[in-house]
């Protein structure tokens, strides 16, 4: 299966540019509010929320009790309250099975912020516009900072260097948009995958443990909270050097179509990967990310459907140590 099955995807700039916003439209953002908003989302997700402060936003991942992640998401303290994003096309089936929990917590709500949106910034001129003095406080990816209509938080570079940010607008007008150029968000999400940042789809929810995902190097596991839905194979996973397949990020020189979301990639006839993103560039090339085993990696790989397509292994702004741990062990 390859992108071409679904609606024609937009493509995006390459090289990418180094300075520029767009917004989010496949994200929502939710808001949830009460007295049992941190012991709620403590039993759920895979961050510590004495760690989400007002400067402090990691990223963290909701998962089914046997580890697979259904959700990833960032979190914002805002006052008392936590801030999430949620991917638009999931976000309606997350809402109502985390509701099935909340109701354990009287009081306590989670609703979707009908007016907010995220902003995708690339480069550092847009963000110092709109932090001013405060950018100083925005050093490593996680570093957040609030502002008057929103909080601008700091995010993972990709690995050739861009500066990235995430700008959450809860409050203003559709006219209150930062300056400079606008890029599209193609752009943005060609910027994810060149930063090693995973993202789910219907056909990859539940299909990855989030260490698969390298969740753990982006800020968004955190492995000595208490227990939580899933915590036990997570644990188990990270404790005992179990994990056998990680994301890896690999481009494609010229292709008509890329794969899509949840297929197979193989080395020769096996089955060694599936794809999580990609992003197809004007000049015909693409890149993607997806979860291969590590035995498997550093072998000739094509897409299922794809076979002249040569998938060339990139960086990751980032080090995944377990592929060293793992590799005399795969079998």
């Not at 596991?221 to 644990?235: D, L, N, P, R, S």
């Not at 994990?243 to 193989?266: D, N, V």
Request: with cysteine; proline share 8%.
């Amino acid at each position: 299966m390859t992108d071409t099955d679904s609606p024609v995807s937009a493509v995006a700039d390459y090289p990418l540019p180094d300075n520029g916003w767009t917004v989010l439209n496949d994200r929502v953002v939710v808001r949830i509010s009460g007295p049992g908003t941190d012991k709620f989302l403590q039993g759920q997700f895979s961050q510590n929320l004495e760690e989400v402060t007002p400067s402090r936003s990691p990223r963290a991942a909701a998962s089914t009790p046997k580890g697979r992640a259904y959700c990833l998401t960032r979190m914002i303290r805002a006052g008392g309250d936590i801030l999430m994003d949620l991917p638009s096309d999931l976000a309606d089936g997350i809402i109502t099975h985390l509701r099935k929990y909340l109701m354990l917590f009287r009081g306590t709500a989670m609703d979707v912020i009908e007016n907010a949106r995220v902003i995708g910034i690339l480069g550092n001129p847009v963000a110092e516009r709109l932090a001013g003095d405060a950018m100083e406080d925005l050093r490593e990816p996680s570093d957040s900072t609030e502002l008057s209509t929103g909080f601008l938080v700091k995010t993972q570079p990709t690995a050739d260097g861009i500066p990235r940010f995430e700008f959450w607008q809860v409050e203003g007008e559709d006219s209150d948009l930062p300056g400079g150029p606008q890029v599209s968000p193609a752009d943005w999400q060609a910027s994810e995958i060149a930063a090693g940042i995973a993202s789910l789809a219907p056909a990859t929810q539940e299909s990855f443990v989030p260490q698969m995902l390298n969740w753990q190097h982006v800020d968004g596991v955190h492995f000595k909270k208490g227990c939580y839905t899933g915590q036990e194979v997570i644990a188990r996973m990270h404790f005992l050097g179990q994990l056998k397949k990680s994301l890896f990020r690999f481009r494609i020189e010229q292709t008509e179509a890329m794969p899509a979301p949840g297929s197979s990639l193989y080395a020769g006839d096996r089955s060694v990967g599936e794809v999580v993103n990609t992003v197809r560039f004007r000049d015909g090339s693409g890149e993607l990310l997806a979860v291969v085993r590590h035995d498997a990696a550093e072998n000739a790989l094509h897409p299922d459907g794809l076979p002249g397509a040569v998938l060339t292994p990139m960086p990751l702004p980032y080090s995944v140590p377990e592929r060293e741990k793992s590799a005399q062990s795969d079998t």
